[in-house]
């Protein structure tokens, strides 16, 4: 059993940066960072290969954002800089045993969330 434990969201300005953490415990083979904003549907951020090196990136956050890991530590990051209005999502850290994929809905276990909420 995976579990996933996200911290540090909060409320930053256009432009700025902030970074998530999340806490992994129990085994995977692909951590990843998915959003839902409000009325819209899951939405891929970014994934990475627990064990190799494959990451992938959304479109809209392809060149902001950066996921990374560090597997002795059990924890996985997402960098988010140049913060828009539109990034404003509940961020949630997910994981799954198969191959990196890019559905959020291929994802099996998923933490709690953290809010991140950019103002104009």
């Known amino acids: 059993q995976v579990q996933l434990v996200e911290s540090g969201g909060g409320l930053v300005q256009t432009g700025d940066s902030l970074r998530l953490s999340c806490a992994v415990s129990g085994g995977t083979a692909v951590i990843s960072w998915l959003r839902q904003a409000p009325r819209k549907g899951r939405e891929f951020v970014a994934a990475a290969e627990w064990y190799g090196d494959r990451k992938e990136y959304g479109a809209s956050v392809m060149g902001r954002f950066t996921i990374s890991r560090d597997n002795a530590k059990n924890t996985v990051w997402l960098q988010m800089n140049s913060l828009k209005p539109e990034d404003t999502a509940s961020y949630y850290c997910?994981?799954?045993?198969?191959?990196?994929?890019?559905?959020?809905?291929?994802?099996?276990?998923w933490g709690q969330g953290t809010q991140v909420t950019v103002s104009s």
């Open positions: 997910a994981a799954r045993n198969g191959i990196l994929s890019t559905d959020p809905g291929d994802y099996e276990y």
